[in-house]
């Protein structure tokens, strides 16, 4: 079944506390991006990556790092976690293709709760 | 940069009634993608349609229309003979079209999301 993963699908943790959010992908897709959903604000675009080892910042990349040494995973790493980064996250893929427009394929969201 | 915006925080509707959803964009680009999501309870993000500015017919999916209007910028989201399980947060959002190499990266910008809860 094409889909995309994440783990942990819920997380409660302390401020300062590295933690890392996993993400896979097993339709090849050679995009794939991160989310943070809050209240009123929508889904806002934390970093992406367009193949391996290129990854550029979205809208709001503070506090956050990823990496993408294989196609299929796309790590969201906290090094140092603060209140306001509790939210809701998604990751997402999408292939390459000719003028964009393709859907997004999201994962099923972590809640990340940070104390 | 392009913004999106769903100025209805809320919506309800009773079942098997007509419901329509706003959003308007504001982009300096010709072309373009626009999209409809739902998020039912279970958090899933579900594709449920999509236009592409350069047509100009508007996009169906079975109950589910938009009408486009690109001068004004807006693209509202119709829903017919709406039933419970289309209770949901809905979510527009616009995708600038790449390039033909596809080496382009079209961001997805979504707008703050709309509530929307059928009643039986």
């Known amino acids: 079944e094409a889909q995309v993963t994440q783990n942990p699908r819920y997380l409660i943790t302390v401020t300062g506390k590295k933690l890392t959010v996993t993400c896979s992908q097993n339709?090849?897709?050679?995009?794939m991006s991160w989310y943070r959903q809050d209240p009123g604000l929508g889904l806002r675009q934390i970093y992406y990556?367009?193949?391996?080892?290129?990854?550029d910042k979205g809208d709001v990349p503070e506090g956050y790092k990823v990496s993408r040494k294989e196609k299929r995973n796309f790590p969201l790493i906290l090094e140092s976690p603060s209140p306001n980064q509790t939210s809701l996250y998604f990751c997402?893929?999408?292939?390459?293709?000719?003028?964009?427009?393709?859907?997004?394929?999201f994962g099923p969201g972590t809640r990340l709760t940070v104390l | 940069a392009q913004t999106v915006t769903q100025s209805q925080p809320e919506m309800s509707v009773q079942e098997a009634e007509t419901v329509t959803l706003s959003c308007t964009y504001d982009?300096?680009?010709?072309?373009?993608?626009l999209f409809w999501y739902k998020q039912p309870p279970s958090r899933q993000m579900i594709l449920v349609i999509r236009q592409e500015a350069y047509k100009q017919q508007n996009a169906t999916e079975n109950r589910f229309s938009v009408n486009f209007q690109k001068a004004a910028k807006s693209f509202s989201l119709k829903i017919s003979d709406s039933q419970l399980g289309d209770t949901a947060m809905y979510f527009c959002a616009f995708m600038k079209r790449g390039n033909a190499g596809g080496t382009s990266y079209g961001k997805l910008t979504f707008g703050q999301g709309t509530i929307l809860t059928v009643h039986p």
């Open positions: 339709m090849n897709h050679e995009y």
């Open positions: 990556s367009m193949n391996v080892e290129v990854t």
């Open positions: 982009t300096s680009e010709n072309n373009y993608y």
């Open positions: 997402a893929s999408r292939p390459k293709t000719s003028f964009s427009g393709t859907k997004e394929y």
